[in-house]
């Protein structure tokens, strides 16, 4: 309605906007149609999540206690929350770096390359668990063929004290899937920067090292930290994979709880386990929060 | 906008693809190894296919699949196009909603799930792909929310309803065909998430192809690194089919209204 | 090709607020079989809102929407029949431009074959048979708008809604899509309600304009009325431009302007002490005694078959604007000394 022409002029004209129906009536009304989606969500994911934290207060006889939570910090418990955050935080700075550079150097490809390795990288971020096991066990085992490679050309990777079983091991092993996520939810940050901003800012007289300094850092930031902390608590979940590496000689979180709730041990450790899962919980929303309020701050909206 | 490629940059897309690639042709490498050893063949891919539990397991994560894939588009599409139209004022919270399964590790889920669910419906396989249904909802969520922000979607509703047609013809005539792609990919993840999903299999105590995999690797090594090969490249296959798959549907659909 | 069902359309005592702000107040107005009334004002005028009221697009009002004679404000935008065509970027992407003509025919399940054959007819109507295997994207905008105007008139509708279909367009295709869009609408007979913001293209294309202010229909007549004779003070000086010029009151229905006495009009401002008149409506003549001259010339600005001169009065310093034909013009320069003339013979007040 007003004189100049403006593109996606539907949702501008005075105030009729998306809200319009929203008028309809009481703001209740309006939340008529999500109903099914609600339902869906209190079924599946609301009921499931109090029934988690209930049980994780219960002793066996379903009585409260805050005894399942002081284990929890206790012994080889306690210590996998180290080992899962240090693992997990590693294997996002290596994936986030990597992956940020690898994108970085994809976008200036041609369009065919660019869609041929976008179409690639989801399936490799979604390889996990024994597909990915073996490869790595194929390619990196001591009998693999990179070792091999590598010691003819004189490295031996198992000369100090690396297994494909350590923390190491398994970040290597977890880089498989998480350079390419990074890679896949990076990427359109990266395409958004337009050419134009470079060249401005060389006709400026800024140097390269200005432009990535004031141009591309403020812009990127809040993408690469937010997709770093997306990266985190992928590998601080990560289950599957972890199982078929250690066969349970790590003390990952996922693993731990996996063996207590999984049959064989006594039954008093059903609550121990869910109050780690409880555990976990808190730690990602620990690091989703962090996700949201870099979302918030961030300067350039999207 | 293509543009120069520097040293640099080749570098890192040589060394990153090497990466990739090497641990997949040492995989590729080890499945033709035969058990006489020195000699190569497809021995190991033939006692896959010969597996009773080949072919039902897959059948198993492809009907999740598929009733995951229905499920995402009658549930999703229409919240989240509603969430476009009248109901932005419920986009936060839905939002917020969204993402929460990237808060709660799928372990700790399924635990919960494995405490709460009633018998009768933990007595069907298909539990699970309700589950995946929340476990992709952050992804689904966002594909479709891109796929409509793009699109000038009121007015193509109200010229829609103006021309006579239902919330539901609309939805079926105009809206999901104006966002195939996105619908496209939303679906394609639910589907990729339910063929590859292992934890909330094993920890629910069903069988899918993924826990197959799982079993048949302990004591069969060489026949596991080719089950391996195999997942990935089908895989591969689906994706292809998908990226391409738009395209072709639609200059079909234009050669067929120029007739 | 001309409708059957040609409707009259009665909008009583319409009332719409979003929020606190009131977008439509008592808001009334008839529209007779076939005719084609355009809604004028700027923007958030509330002229949208009437259109879209009428279109069962914006529900939760007060008022009553009378079509033939029958009450349709509980009806559904998608049973009430009428054709609307959108500023831009409304047709639908993934159909086809006969797809999308026939759109409205689909959804009431009528066959493919009829449907096709019925769009055609509509393409040809506008001027785009030929274009039926394009899509909308291949077209330029101006071919879309047609496209859309075939689309909804496709339906037949009871009435054709035209919410700024011209805004988005260059001015050249502009003033060629609103000439077609009058032939169009004259051919077929459909009633029209017409929104723009754009006088010029409401009083080329309606039999009557509304103008309209702050959600108040101000006035509604025939083009040359609103503008000769126009009801309100907003209307005067939101349609065509206006000179404010001092006046001294002489009676109830009189006053002297600069010395000329012009009769008085109703609806103005009875308090105010300022008449409203046109560019036009003034004249100019050398002056022949240079002592005297009312006004001296400081300005012309030539707009091909008229020019407008600005004038600046000798006694109070007053700018005004005088508009005649450029032939007239040519014995005014910048600096002449002029008498001015007051050709109104009625006048509107305004504070």
Known sequence: MSLTTTKRAGSLKTGVGPLHFANKGNSYKSALPLLPFFAFIAYFLVFPLTFIVRDAFLDNDGKFTFENFAECFKGVYGHSFFVSIQLSFISAAIGAVVGALIASAIVKTGSRFRKATAASASVLANTGGVPLAF???????????????????????????????????????????????????????????????????????????????????PLLFPA??????????????????????TAGTLPLMPLLIGNLVDGNVIANQQ?????????MIGVSIIVMSIYVLVLRFSKVKR | ?????????????????????????????????????????????????????????????????????????????????YLHLGGARWKR????????????????????????????????????????????????????????????????????????????????????????????????????????????????HWDTFPTWIANVSQGHVLNAIALSVLSLFGAWVVVMIFALAPKSLRSNKIQEATK | MISENRVSVELKGLRKVYGTAVALDNFSLDIAPGELVALLGPSGCGKTTALRILAGLDTDHEGQIIINGKDIASIPANKRNMGMVFQAYSLFPTMTVLENVAYGLRVRKVDREKRNKKAQELLDLVGLGEMGARLGHQLSGGQQQRVALARALAIQPNVLLLDEPLSALDAQVRTQLRDEIKRIQIEVGTTTLFVTHDQEEAMAIADRVGVMRHGVLEQCAPPQEVYLNPATVKVAKFVGAMNLMPVEILSSSSVSIYGQSVALREGGNVAGTMALVRPEQLSLALAKTQGRASATVFNLTFLGPLTRISVRMTGDARTLFVSMPSSAAL?????????????????????
């Not at chain 1, 395409?191 to 401005?200: G, K, L, S, Y």
């Not at chain 1, 997709?227 to 972890?242: D, G, Q």
């Not at chain 1, 121990?272 to 555990?279: D, K, S």
């Not at chain 2, 709460?116 to 476990?135: D, G, K, N």
């Open chain 1, 271 to 279: 609550h121990l386990g869910q109050a780690m899962a409880v555990c």
């Open chain 2, 93 to 204: 919270l839905v939002e917020f909603i969204c993402l929460v399964p990237l808060v709660v590790p799928v372990i700790s889920f399924a635990l919960g799930v494995g405490t709460a669910f009633p018998i009768f419906l933990q007595s069907t396989v298909y539990e699970l792909s309700f589950l995946y249904v929340i476990v992709s909802l952050p992804y689904t969520y966002r594909a479709l929310d891109v796929g409509l922000s793009s699109i000038p979607l009121l007015t193509l509703v109200e010229a829609s309803r103006a021309s006579g047609a239902s919330m539901r013809q609309t939805l079926m005539y105009v809206i999901i065909p104006t966002i195939r792609t996105a619908v496209n990919g939303a679906i394609f993840l639910a589907i990729a998430l339910s063929l590859g999903e292992f934890t909330l299999a094993v920890l629910l």
């Open chain 1, 135 to 217: 490869m790595f066990l194929a390619g990196f085992g001591t009998e693999g063929l990179v070792t091999r490679a590598l010691k003819f050309l004189g490295w031996n990777i198992y000369g100090g004290t690396f297994t494909l079983f350590s923390s190491a091991g398994i970040i290597l092993v977890y880089s498989f899937f998480q350079i390419p996520l990074m890679v896949l939810i990076f990427s359109p940050a990266l395409e958004n920067v337009r050419p134009e901003w470079r060249e401005a800012s060389d006709s400026l007289g800024g140097t390269r090292l200005t432009y990535f300094r004031r141009v591309m850092v």
């Open chain 3, 331 to 351: 014995e005014f320069v910048a600096g002449s000394l002029v008498d001015v003339r007051v050709l109104a013979t009625s006048v509107l007040l305004d504070a």
């Open chain 1, 224 to 245: 690469f930290i937010s997709t770093a902390l997306l990266l985190f608590a992928n590998s601080f979940s990560a289950y599957a994979t972890a199982r078929a590496m």
């Open chain 2, 1 to 81: 906008m293509k543009q120069k490629l520097n040293l640099s940059n080749r570098i890192v897309l040589l060394a990153g693809g090497a990466f990739f690639i090497f641990p997949m042709l040492a995989a590729f490498e080890f499945s033709l190894r035969t058990n006489e050893s020195k000699s190569y063949g497809f021995d190991n891919f033939r006692w896959i296919f010969e597996q009773d539990g080949f072919k039902s397991n897959l059948s198993v994560s492809f009907r999740l699949a598929l009733v995951t894939a229905i499920c995402v588009l009658v549930l999703m599409v229409p919240t989240v196009v």
